[in-house]
């Protein structure tokens, strides 16, 4: 099986700056696509950021510019990078990768992490 285990949320002031990371393990063959998505209280879950097995990034219009989403191949570990945190950035942060194992290709999700931005 596959597992993707999130941290890296907290408290932050707005203005102030958070890492999440991703890390995926089990029995892996390829990882390819990443991707951060969020989901506030009432709302739905949206999709923050894209990264592709060769770098390539989107973002969702909010965020770009304070959000730099990178990966670490060797490591199977996607990261979000978010800057000049805002009030509206509270949520839920959840992971997703689409990943090859010996059985299928498949996408699995993280089990969250909070991020909170209040002064």
């Known amino acids: 099986q596959v597992q993707l285990v999130e941290s890296g949320g907290g408290l932050v002031q707005p203005g102030g700056s958070l890492r999440l990371s991703c890390a995926a393990s089990?029995?892996?063959?390829?990882?390819?696509?990443m991707a951060w998505y969020r989901q506030a209280p009432g709302k739905q879950r949206e999709l923050v950021a894209t990264?592709?097995?060769?770098?390539?990034?989107q973002y969702t219009v909010s965020v770009k510019g304070r959000f730099t989403i990178s990966r670490d191949n060797a490591k199977n570990t996607v990261y979000l990078q978010m800057n000049s945190l805002e009030p509206e950035d509270t949520a839920v942060y959840y992971c997703n990768a689409v990943v090859q194992t010996l059985i299928s290709r498949r996408g699995y999700w993280g089990q969250g992490t909070q991020v909170t931005v209040s002064s």
């Open positions: 089990g029995s892996i063959l390829s990882v390819y696509d």
């Open positions: 990264i592709t097995s060769g770098s390539t990034t």
